[in-house]
């Protein structure tokens, strides 16, 4: 079946850099979503994107659409504790197709 | 509060025993789904539902059995068929199927 390759499969980072980590797939997608899971809990949703080439914000966090339709970006500027988790990226291939989720990219901030 | 609620938290099941997981959604949701999650993996769907008195299986269904009696409502269960339950379960629902899906805190099973 479809898969969605994350990368990369964890960072180890400094309080107060930026983060970027991506999600591509081998055919085009019209649908990115972008979650972020804390330990114990429910995946949260980040940002939704439904245009290729399309560019959302949601506070420090920004998420673009690939113009191939074949992947998504995720950047987090200005790294602070509380964005430690694990990010999974998730994308619908059609729009009557479930929506298949990448196998996450876990968080680390350094102090 | 509007939300997802699964229920329990925390859940032990003797081996052979069958375990149900509760999943309700106060949203007026149309679609709801269960995942299974294991550790460094990405979620696997087990079973969803588009609309009341209707569900199909997902990719992980053998061992699992649903109903979807009312909207809000969506229980699982895990039957002794299923050989490697040890998991954390999570129930999302969606306005409908080509919305984004929203999450429960999970249920993490866990064998005695």
Known sequence: GQQLNQSPQSMFIQEGEDV????TSSSIFNTWLWYKQEPGEGPVLLIALYKAGELTSNGRLTAQFGITRKDSFLNISASIPSDVGIYFCAGRPGWDDKIIFGKGTRLHILP | D???????KYLFRKEGQNVTLSCEQNL???AMYWYRQDPGQGLRLIYYSQIVNDFQKGDI??????SREKKESFPLTVTSAQKNPTAF???AS???SHQPQHFGDGTRLSIL
Request: net charge negative; with cysteine.
């Open chain 2, 2 to 8: 509007g939300g997802i609620t699964q229920s329990p």
């Open chain 2, 28 to 30: 007026n949701h149309d």
């Open chain 2, 89 to 91: 379960y999570l129930c």
């Open chain 2, 61 to 66: 269904a053998e061992g699992y059995s649903v």
């Open chain 2, 94 to 96: 969606s306005e409908d």
């Open chain 1, 20 to 23: 970027s980590m991506n999600c």
